[in-house]
């Protein structure tokens, strides 16, 4: 009985940095607050935009980002791919809701601003 509850403590302060080693991983990758938003509110005031569709989008500290994400960098073309993923679902769920709406009011003529600009910059 004794060395079973020894080998158990043995294993046990084996896997401890493995534990830990998990638990940082986790805590540190943790977003607690995202790197962007479409949408200047709140903190993100800094307007960027994307190198490839010309999106706008804005961040919060642009000392800061521009030093974690410098231009020309991989780090920053994720962003930039990230933000042009997150705007076009965006209007593609805009463009639905106009559709919904065009065909809900009987042939009256709704504004399509999300469908026009989906179309525009993505063809």
Known sequence: G???G??????????????????????????SEPVYSLQMKGHYTTRKTTSMKEIDYYVKNNNKFEREYPHG??????VDIAVEKDYRQYLENECWRERLRKGQSGGRSVKM????????IWG
């Open 2 to 4: 004794q060395q079973e």
């Open 73 to 78: 960098t991989y780090a920053r073309r994720r």
């Open 6 to 31: 020894g080998f158990n403590l043995a294993a046990i302060i084996q896997l401890l940095p493995v534990l830990f080693l998990v638990f940082f991983t986790l805590v540190g990758n943790s977003p």
């Open 113 to 120: 601003h999300a469908c026009t600009q989906l179309r525009d």
